[in-house]
C-alpha cells in the first residue's frame, strides 16, 4: 500500500507539472517582441536571457549609453520532490533559491554580488566580488568566488545537465572560497583561455582568520576545434593541517545536438597520510528540438564514480594523527530526460533515476542512495 501511495503520488506530481509547463509555453507565445523604453530598462535589470555572461564583462567605452550602468538582475529557483525505494521515503526540498546582481560601475569594472536564500532551507551567501579589466583579454578579480578548478563545478545550477552534480564536485572538489585571480583569454588571437587564483583556504564564513598557508588553483581550456575543448584543472589546498594536491583534466565535444563530456580527478596527500583519491565523471546527453510546446526534450546518461576520500579530517591514535574516510567510494548511474522552454525566460522539469553502487551498503548515507528525482527549473 505504502510503494503504491508513493507511486501515485510521483505520477500526480509529474502531471501537475507537465500542465503548468504547457500553459505557461501558450502564455509565452502570445508575448509582444515590440518594447517600450521602460520595457528595455526593465528587461536590462530583470534580464531573461540565460545565455548572458553573468561573471561580468568590459564594455565599449565608444558605444556607451546609460542602459549599460543599470543592473542586472538574475535569480534561480530549483524545486524538487525525491524519492528512495531503499528507505521507501521521500521529501521536497528547495535545493536553489539564488539571486544574483551584476553590473558595471566603469567600462573596465564590474561586479556580481550573489546569495542563495534557500540552499536545501540554509541561507548562504555565494559571490561578492569586483572584476577589473586594465587591458583587453586580462580580467583582475577580487573578492568571494568559485576557485577556477573543474569543469562541472564552475557550471551554475541552471545549466546542470542532471539534478545531482558529480561526485567529483558535490564531494572532492567544489569550492568556492575568498582571494584574487587572474584570467587571461586569448581567443582573439589563439584559442585558449588561462586563470590562477591564490585564496584563503578557510571557506566563506572565516574570513577574519590570519592565514599561514594560502591556497592555490589554476585552470587552462582549449578550442582546437569549434566542437572540441579540453581543459587541464590543478589545485593545492591545505583545509586542516594536510596538504593536498588535485589534478584535473576535463574534455568536452558538441555535434549534432550531441553533448559528450568526461572529466578525471586525480588527488594526492603531503607525506602519504592517505591513500590518493580518483574520481571520474562521463556523460552523453541529446537535445531533440520540438515544434511547439516546448524548446526541445534532452535525454541523459551518465557513470560517475568516485574513491575513498579525505577532507582533512583525522583522530588521534596514540597521539598520531590518522587520517579517516571522509566519503566512501561509490558509483552511480544516472539516467534523465529533461523538458525545456526556453523563452522569454529559462524553465526546465528535470525527471532523472540515480543508480548506487557500494562494494559496503553499510557505509551508505540516507542522502547517497538510490531515488528519483523531479525537479523543477525556473530562471530569470
Known amino acids: 500500500m505504502a510503494d503504491y501511495m508513493k507511486r501515485t503520488i510521483s505520477s500526480l506530481l509529474l502531471s501537475v507539472m507537465m500542465v503548468a509547463f504547457v500553459a505557461a509555453q501558450d502564455k509565452a507565445a502570445t508575448a509582444t517582441d515590440t518594447l517600450s523604453i521602460g520595457q528595455q530598462v526593465a528587461k536590462r535589470f530583470f534580464s531573461g536571457d540565460h545565455e548572458i555572461d553573468e561573471e561580468g564583462k568590459p564594455l565599449e567605452k565608444k558605444?556607451?549609453?546609460?542602459?549599460?550602468y543599470i543592473p542586472e538582475i538574475h535569480g534561480?529557483?530549483?524545486?524538487?520532490y525525491e524519492y528512495c525505494p531503499q528507505l521507501?521515503?521521500?521529501?521536497?526540498?528547495?535545493?536553489n533559491a539564488r539571486l544574483s546582481i551584476t553590473?558595471?560601475?566603469?567600462?573596465?569594472?564590474?561586479?556580481k554580488a550573489e546569495?542563495?536564500?534557500?540552499?536545501?532551507?540554509?541561507?548562504?551567501?555565494?559571490?561578492?566580488?569586483?572584476?577589473?579589466?586594465?587591458v583587453k583579454g586580462l580580467a583582475l578579480t577580487l573578492g568571494q568566488m568559485k576557485v577556477p578548478f573543474s569543469t562541472d563545478n564552475l557550471r551554475s545550477p541552471h545549466l546542470l545537465?542532471?539534478?545531482?552534480?558529480?561526485?567529483?564536485?558535490?564531494?572532492?572538489?567544489?569550492?568556492r572560497d575568498?582571494?584574487?585571480?587572474?584570467?587571461?583569454?586569448?581567443?582573439?588571437?589563439?584559442?585558449?583561455e588561462i586563470s590562477a587564483g591564490v585564496f584563503n583556504g578557510s571557506g566563506l564564513t572565516a574570513q577574519t582568520e590570519w592565514q599561514k598557508h594560502m591556497d592555490y588553483s589554476a585552470r587552462f581550456t582549449m578550442t582546437p576545434v569549434k566542437y572540441f575543448s579540453f581543459s587541464l584543472n590543478w589545485q593545492s589546498i591545505q583545509p586542516a593541517e594536510l596538504r593536498m594536491n588535485l589534478f584535473d583534466i576535463g574534455m568536452i565535444a558538441d555535434f549534432y545536438g550531441v553533448h559528450l563530456e568526461a572529466e578525471g580527478l586525480y588527488k594526492i596527500y603531503d607525506k602519504n597520510q592517505f591513500a590518493p583519491s580518483y574520481g571520474a565523471n562521463a556523460f552523453v546527453a541529446y537535445d531533440l528540438l520540438l515544434p511547439k510546446v516546448f524548446h526541445k526534450i534532452r535525454f541523459g546518461l551518465r557513470y560517475d564514480m568516485m574513491s575513498n576520500n579525505n577532507r582533512g579530517q583525522y583522530t588521534l591514535i596514540d597521539e598520531q594523527k590518522v587520517y579517516e574516510i571522509t566519503d566512501y567510494a561509490r558509483q552511480r548511474l544516472t539516467a534523465g530526460i529533461t523538458l525545456s522552454?526556453?523563452?522569454?525566460?529559462?524553465?526546465?522539469?528535470?525527471?532523472?533515476?540515480?543508480?548506487?553502487?557500494?562494494?559496503?551498503?553499510?557505509?551508505?548515507?540516507p542522502d547517497e542512495q538510490d531515488k528519483l528525482v523531479i525537479e523543477l527549473v525556473g530562471r530569470f
Open 63 to 68: 558605444k556607451m549609453e546609460g542602459l549599460d
Open 76 to 80: 534561480t529557483i530549483r524545486a524538487k
Open 88 to 95: 521507501n521515503e521521500s521529501r521536497f526540498q528547495v535545493r
Open 103 to 111: 553590473g558595471n560601475v566603469h567600462p573596465i569594472v564590474a561586479y
Open 115 to 134: 546569495i542563495d536564500l534557500s540552499d536545501r532551507g540554509t541561507i548562504k551567501m555565494l559571490d561578492a566580488y569586483v572584476r577589473v579589466f586594465p
Open 161 to 175: 545537465y542532471f539534478a545531482n552534480r558529480s561526485f567529483i564536485t558535490k564531494q572532492v572538489s567544489g569550492f
Open 178 to 192: 575568498v582571494g584574487f585571480t587572474v584570467a587571461y583569454d586569448a581567443k582573439a588571437w589563439f584559442p585558449m
Open 341 to 365: 522552454i526556453a523563452k522569454p525566460v529559462l524553465a526546465e522539469l528535470r525527471i532523472n533515476y540515480e543508480k548506487y553502487f557500494y562494494s559496503d551498503w553499510s557505509v551508505a548515507s
